[in-house]
């Protein structure tokens, strides 16, 4: 008998993608009592592994099944909900005609929601951000004595957590703190978090998208969902749609007299110190010992959502005081003869890699490749002028950005090779000749041609920088 022969016969609910969200979703599909059955196109080692702990849960899986609506049209009863993972276009023809057909269609971020609609869940969103604000809150929530877990597009899914934490008898959280990318936004659109968090807006994942208006509008409809919304009033796309919103709380790391005459930040930095409102001072912006103005934003969201939550300044103060930092944003791996090697693996976009060029004194040693993506390089070159003393290219974008450093005029050292073995090496050579502080990772691509995340490609730099 086949998987889907095994299907109960009065509804189904099919899980399309064995990656972590898939994962997470069936197995909380499945003890809400729910028949899943889970189709991967892909079938690798690492699947069938995957593949066979959920059978062992009886959740029948099929690997190497591509996505077709005759897959579906063969089930004994065709799904009433199909749950796709991010990774898969939510206009892709298949999910339309399911959808024509009257499925409900929906992201793995759903069944999470739908499962733990008791418990507040602060969601975090933007283009560059919202990972180091995402793991700000959680660490300033659970230093100040909260229960939050932390999940969504970082860390594990949030369908894993809700079923760890509510359906497997583990305790309540008083807080849920969720990442929530585009590719997830655009599948949930009922997702309402009691706080939601916007960090920035730049061009990116147009190849999905299709338009920066589209992109912004999946943004803003989690923010329009949220009872509390906190936005980030240095960021010039967000600033430029300010009087569109009735009410929300608005941070600046600049000085407030520079915003537009109405906008009156909750929170903002004057004199090194982070002051409210109502309260004055309440601690120094250097309790974060994170390099960057980018980062004095993401501090000043983070205490926003700190206050909302009940923690007192004291308990954030020394909670940044202790902040590790996140692994892949401008993380610091070591010093060695005089230069410090940065991984900023996560700017997978010319607006990130321009953040983190800022942030930096120079000169540096800039690594830069992988695979390309649609946006305006033109800041991102311009800051690369000022602070690299050499810019080394590798994968598949290393003749496209060749190119660009050479049409922009670029006047130092550039370089390029397949990988990041042979890059890291002529880095340590060239830092030491050219008198360089630092050499940054900061590749301003996607890692999808030689890697099968970000993540991984900084463990990799790590490992090599670490080797030398």
């Not at 990774?87 to 269609?105: D, S, T």
Request: proline share 7%.
């Amino acid at each position: 008998m086949s998987p889907f022969e095994a299907l109960p016969p009065l509804s189904s609910t099919v899980v399309v993608g064995l990656g972590r969200s898939g994962l997470g979703a069936a197995r909380l599909l499945h003890s809400r009592g729910e028949a899943v059955v889970v189709i991967e196109s892909g079938d690798t080692p690492e699947l069938r592994t995957r593949a066979a702990l959920l059978e062992a849960e009886s959740i029948p899986v099929r690997l190497g099944v591509p996505l077709s609506v005759g897959l579906f049209a063969s089930l004994p009863l065709p799904p009433t909900v199909v749950v796709v993972s991010p990774g898969i276009p939510w206009n892709h023809p298949v999910l339309e005609e399911l959808r024509a057909r009257g499925v409900q269609v929906q992201g793995e971020i759903v069944p999470a929601w739908q499962a733990s609609r008791d418990i507040p869940w602060i969601g975090i969103t933007g283009t560059n951000g919202k990972t180091t604000v995402t793991c700000l809150v959680h660490h300033l929530l659970e230093q100040g004595g909260r229960d939050a877990p932390l999940c969504g597009n970082v860390g594990i899914s949030a369908a894993e957590v809700v079923l760890q934490r509510r359906l497997e008898d583990g305790p309540r959280p008083d807080w849920l703190v969720v990442e929530l990318s585009s590719y997830q936004l655009e599948a949930a659109p009922a997702v309402a978090p009691a706080i939601g968090v916007w960090t920035t807006l730049t061009p990116d994942h147009l190849e999905r998208h299709g338009t920066v208006a589209a992109y912004r509008a999946i943004k803003r409809r989690l923010l329009e969902h949220c009872r509390i919304r906190i936005l980030n009033a240095d960021d010039p796309d967000l600033l430029r749609h300010a009087d569109s919103w009735e009410q929300a709380d608005w941070i600046t790391a600049g000085p407030r007299e520079a915003l537009p005459a109405g906008l009156d930040p909750v929170l903002w930095i004057d004199d090194q110190d982070l002051v409210q409102g109502r309260q004055g001072p309440l601690f120094p912006a250097s309790a974060l010992a994170m390099p960057g103005a980018h980062n004095r934003q993401n501090l000043l969201l983070a205490v926003a959502v700190g206050l909302h939550a009940g923690l007192e300044p004291a308990a954030m103060e020394a909670a940044c005081r202790c902040f590790p930092g996140v692994p892949h944003r401008l993380e610091r791996i070591r010093s060695l003869n005089g230069v410090t090697w940065f991984n900023d693996s996560k700017a997978t976009n010319y607006d990130a890699a321009e953040v983190a060029l800022r942030a930096l004194e120079g000169p540096l040693v800039v690594l830069a490749g992988g695979q390309s993506k649609q946006g305006d390089a033109t800041a991102w070159l311009e800051r690369l002028q000022e602070r690299a003393a050499a810019v080394l290219l590798y994968g598949a974008a290393r003749e496209e950005f060749a190119s660009l450093l050479n049409g922009s005029g670029y006047g130092g050292v550039v370089k390029h090779a397949e990988g990041l073995e042979a890059v890291v090496a002529l880095a340590a050579e060239l830092a030491a000749g050219l008198g360089c502080r630092g050499v940054l990772l900061s590749p301003a691509c996607a890692s999808f041609d030689q890697y099968a995340d970000f993540e991984s490609r900084g463990e990799h730099f790590r490992r090599l920088v670490l080797a030398l």
